[in-house]
């Protein structure tokens, strides 16, 4: 029986890390190309967040590349409602990955970003049965495009500078650019968290670990995938960035916090909460229905923000905490924080197995 992947992945009409659209569209035909070998149906669920009025909209173009599509735009007054006051937030990747996650039609949903080309022995594990309880996830290298000889796996290991290796189940290093598992999975995890909106960064590894709270959920590292370094990659093991740009909010926030979370039964903004609005055969938008309060979402901010040393010190031993229950890890986890820039000096890297 042929399965069929739903590649959900988003963007905007502003070119972001240089040459964006140009980095989607050599990785989405190298990966569907690739998974059309091996029998394996796809769609694309793009999701076009906050695009820049009076520029023309990304998902215009993506729907003429490829047949195998459809777009959603969520337009600067949704994008206004939903980030309320924290102006930082110009992006709401996971927002929109919901958004993406909701209206996928496929068995399987491949959560992932513009510019990753997938390995084989990824692509040939997609192609094998799959479990309907586990997430699947690969290890990440980087790869310099200009080191690129030829789109061959053989020729992005030699363009690899750096390699981002997952130590330990739920293997969350760099998950943002894969996270696969069924659509029931999904649905039951309820997406990602959207009971905040100040941070992006870590929940990609959020979700994973909420779904450690469930004993049923499995996990899988399945192969590597290459990912196209560009201005503002997140470069390096977890815990040591360079290039970190302040919209993805603060580094180091509560992501421990509240674990497993539960979104709102209109979480991806369901059909019961917005409209539908016609663009072109493959391209829609959604607006929010007139009834809808945006106060129905009860963020709480807040609650996952580092205010006080105290604050530090609850959370490491939280933190400490999980990590032993749910991984059987000690962590060394120094609790200092830097009020100014709302960060700390954790080190992850200190992990190791009990």
């Not at 969520?74 to 006051?85: F, Q, S, T, V």
């Not at 960064?201 to 590597?224: M, N, P, Q, V, W």
């Not at 609650?303 to 040393?309: C, L, P, S, T």
């Amino acid at each position: 029986m042929t399965k069929k992947i739903s590649i959900v992945l988003c963007g905007k009409n502003d070119n972001y890390g240089g040459y964006f659209d140009e980095r989607l569209y050599l990785t989405l035909k190298y990966n569907i190309k690739e998974f059309k070998k091996r029998g394996i149906e796809t769609e694309i669920v793009f999701v076009e967040w906050n695009p820049i009025p009076d520029i023309p909209l990304l998902s215009t173009k993506l729907e003429k590349k490829f047949k195998n599509i459809k777009c959603f735009v969520i337009n600067a007054d949704e994008h206004l409602r939903i980030r309320g006051p924290h102006t930082h937030m110009s992006f709401l990747e996971f927002f929109a990955k919901n958004v993406g996650i909701r209206r996928a039609t496929g068995d399987y949903i491949l959560c992932t970003n513009a510019d990753v080309f997938y390995g084989k022995k990824a692509l040939d594990a997609m192609a094998e049965p799959l479990d309907d309880n586990t997430f699947y996830r690969v290890e990440r290298n980087d790869i310099r495009f200009s080191e690129l000889e030829a789109l061959t796996e053989k020729a992005m290991k030699k363009a690899t500078f750096n390699h981002n290796p997952c130590h330990h189940s739920p293997y969350t290093d760099a998950s943002g650019d894969f996270t696969m598992g069924s659509r029931k999975l999904f649905m039951k995890i309820q997406g990602y968290d959207e009971n905040m909106r100040f941070v992006k960064i870590h929940k990609d590894t959020r979700i994973l670990f909420s779904a450690l709270c469930d004993d049923s959920i499995k996990y899988e590292l399945i192969g590597e995938m290459y990912h196209i370094d560009h201005q503002g990659s997140a470069v390096g093991t977890t815990g040591q960035l360079t290039n970190y740009r302040e919209t993805n909010g603060p580094y180091q926030w509560k992501y421990f916090l509240n674990l497993p979370y539960t979104n709102r039964p209109f979480w991806g903004m369901a059909d019961e909460i917005v409209d539908t609005i016609d663009i072109s055969e493959k391209t829609k938008r959604l607006v929010f229905k007139s009834r809808f309060d945006i106060e129905e979402y009860n963020f709480d901010d807040k609650a996952y923000m580092f205010v006080e040393q105290e604050d530090m010190t609850d959370y490491i031993k939280l933190t400490r905490k999980f990590y032993k229950e749910k991984m059987g890890i000690i962590l060394n986890l120094p609790p200092r924080i830097d009020r100014k820039n709302n960060e700390h000096d954790v080190d992850q890297s200190s992990e190791g197995d009990e």
